[in-house]
């Protein structure tokens, strides 16, 4: 077991270091890849554009040039250092034109005649003034050098943080800022988020009043990552964070910083925080923040991922760079729905190290919700928003404000003065169909099923000794697959288990499928996940912590190999008869405290029904809730039965 170190803060960062390593590398390759080009560039530039202007004559040899003079077909003729150059007629006598040029190669000086049978063949010629050799290298390479120069430069310094950008206008963000007077919205637009809410106080606290925090000297956390499923309301909630504290908005998105050209990003992330910082206070918003936060690791690169990374390292260090100051306090926040794919470095203190997790309402948040978007719209009289809340469980805000929509189109439609909770089913219906991918929507038997399930692990949570207690059992389902959820606040921090700790563990994981089973005799797909924790856990109880008396603490498993990215487990090391004793033995442990799980929850099948009943009714619920049904049904003591 070697998880009993406790985790040391960081006190050099190595994935700092990495990163100014790699833009490093980044900028001589550039800067090699550059110079290679331009040279090959020159080159071009001397062999096809240069070169033909002062040939585009038939080369003669000496001879042949000596042939030609005699033979009277030279017309013209100019000598220089190196070659003469000049017209000689056409050597095919009825073409056109009538003179052709040509170039001979000489060595000055090999041919005293030469002047004096130019002189007899009657020959227009002349000499050329020796060509300044400072003024040909000039022309034809100083030149041209310093124009790549001067372009590898600029390219450069945008490359690393300069300013082409800027000049091109291109380096401009494009987020939207909307004054303080402006924003709008406030909390009291936003339903069912009141634990997101409660979060966000403080930002609003330090916007508003950022003095009191600075005679205090806390540290205020610079970035919030609201964290959700899309449409749960994570722009709005920023929105309304600016808002309440009446400061101005910037609103932008990942995407925009995404673009073809190295830098383009790095220099529009600049200039939003400028802008921000000159608006001060201020709250930064940068919506779908994983198209610029992907993690570094991992990914393909292609030519994209340059300009992402420039983008993010730039994102990084203006949030390290600005101080949020007493006098111009500036909030980031961000949102993303895929919070597994952001760089570790965008998480680290100091950065976005507030997450705030918005989900979708439960009954009570959808009640507000609606209530809130229905403000606009004439309901019947006696529309009963709590049946229409509960009519619409695993929906987002953004799906309630639809429907709410679409029931008052549908409305006008059959020209009603008024909507009507049937024009609201009707709603439900079309937006449901528009939604199937998305939402799921329980029918009754399959929520009841989800209700026993979660009711299984709170309760076996509860009654194990060395369970963690719980603080919230939700059957509102998620968008990323799970139906619901129990949620444990451990009391400690703990690095040590013992035995009966983890299999305490495996029964807890276990407890909603042994719900199901004493329930309704029958068990579904629900528990694959549970399962399949619960396994690894008893694996690693044999293999790796000597916990298993028939196989003793010996060390099984097998190295761990990094293949393609993702840990596989070598276990060629083994025996046949090994591995079936380690199977045999899982096998043992898990059946065990499946079936404990199920003794535990027949012997308290009253408050099994309880809990599961009210889970069904309210949706979500605290843990107190739990140990309240455990409290009524019997004594305290009774919960040292099952040791
Ligand atoms: P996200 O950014 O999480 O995808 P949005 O904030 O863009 O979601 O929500 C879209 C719209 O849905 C909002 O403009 C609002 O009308 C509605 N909406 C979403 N969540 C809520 C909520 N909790 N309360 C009220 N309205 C909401
Ligand atoms: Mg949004
Ligand atoms: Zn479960």
Not at 140 to 145: D, F, K, R
Not at 248 to 261: L, Q, Y
Not at 489 to 510: F, G, H, K, S
Not at 513 to 535: H, L, N, P, Q, Y
């Amino acid at each position: 077991m070697n998880n009993n170190q406790k985790p040391s803060p960081p006190k050099h960062d190595p994935d700092e270091d990495k990163k100014r390593r790699e833009q490093m590398q980044r900028q001589i390759r550039f800067s090699v890849g550059y110079l290679i080009a331009g040279i090959i560039m020159l080159w071009l530039i001397q062999e096809f554009i240069l070169t033909p202007m002062t040939i585009q004559a038939t080369e003669l040899s000496y001879s042949d040039f000596r042939q030609k003079l005699a033979a009277g077909q030279i017309v013209t003729a100019t000598i220089s250092e190196t070659d003469i150059v000049g017209k000689m007629k056409n050597p095919d006598p009825n073409g056109s034109p009538a003179t052709v040029p040509f170039d001979t190669v000489i060595v000055p000086g090999n041919d005293p005649k030469l002047i004096d049978d130019l002189q007899a063949a009657g020959v227009e010629y002349g000499f050329q003034r020796p060509s300044s050799p400072a003024g040909a290298l000039l022309l034809s390479w100083i030149l041209p050098l310093v124009l790549l120069g001067a372009f590898w430069y600029f390219a450069y310094r945008r490359m690393s943080g300069g300013g082409l950008g800027g000049i091109f206008g291109v380096g401009k963000s494009k987020a939207t800022e909307v004054k303080a007077a402006e924003v709008g919205v406030t909390f009291k637009d936003v339903g069912g988020a009141d634990e997101a809410i409660a979060e966000l106080q403080e930002i609003i606290q330090f916007l508003k009043t950022p003095e009191k925090f600075a005679r205090l000297g806390g540290r205020i956390p610079k970035g919030v990552l609201l964290v959700g499923p899309p449409g749960t309301g994570k722009t709005l909630l920023a929105k309304a964070t600016a808002g309440e504290a009446e400061v101005s908005f910037f609103e932008t998105s990942g995407s925009e910083f995404v673009e073809m050209f190295v830098g383009v990003g790095a220099a529009r992330v600049r200039d939003l925080f400028e802008q921000a910082r000159k608006a001060a206070p201020a709250v930064i918003f940068i919506d779908e923040i994983d198209a610029i936060g992907q993690s570094r690791a991992g990914a393909v690169r292609f030519g994209g991922s340059d300009e992402r990374e420039q983008t993010l390292n730039q994102l990084l260090a203006e949030i390290d760079g600005f101080q949020t100051g007493v006098s111009a306090p500036v909030i980031i926040m961000a949102a993303t729905n895929r919070p597994e794919v952001l760089d570790p470095a965008l998480m680290r203190a100091g950065r976005f190290d507030r997450q705030i997790a918005v989900g979708n309402p439960d009954l009570i948040g959808r009640e507000q919700i609606l209530r809130i978007h229905s403000q606009g719209i004439k309901l019947v009289a006696d529309f009963d928003i709590g049946r229409a809340a509960r009519m619409t469980p695993g929906f987002s805000g953004a799906d309630l404000a639809n429907v709410m929509n679409e029931a008052a189109l549908l409305a006008a439609r059959h020209n009603a003065d008024t909507v009507t909770l049937d024009d609201f089913e009707a709603a439900i219906e079309r937006v449901v169909a528009g939604l199937e991918q998305r939402t799921r929507v329980m029918n009754e038997q399959e929520r009841t099923a989800v209700a026993y399930h979660e009711s299984g692990h709170a309760l076996v949570a509860e009654l194990t000794p060395h369970g963690d207690p719980v603080s919230k059992i939700s059957i509102v389902p998620r968008s990323r697959g799970a139906l619901g959820f129990t949620m444990q606040m451990p009391t400690e921090d703990r690095y040590l288990l013992t035995v009966d700790e983890l299999q305490d563990r495996i029964a807890v994981m276990l407890g909603g499928r042994a719900a199901e089973k004493a329930v309704f005799d029958k068990i579904s797909t629900g528990a694959s996940d549970d399962i399949m924790r619960a396994t690894e856990l008893a694996r690693r109880m044999v293999t790796e912590f000597g916990m298993s008396e028939l196989l003793g603490s010996v060390r099984y498993a097998g190295q761990q190999l990094q293949y393609l990215g993702s840990a596989i487990e070598d276990n060629s090391g083994l025996s046949p008869k090994t591995r079936e004793l380690i199977d045999a033995e899982v096998q043992r442990i898990v059946t065990e405290q499946y079936e404990r799980a199920q003794a535990l929850l027949k012997g308290h099948r009253t408050a099994l029904e309880t809990v599961a009943r009210r889970l069904l009714e309210q949706e979500t619920v605290d843990g107190r809730a739990v140990q309240e049904a455990l409290g009524v049904e019997e004594p305290a003591s009774s919960r040292l039965v099952d040791r």
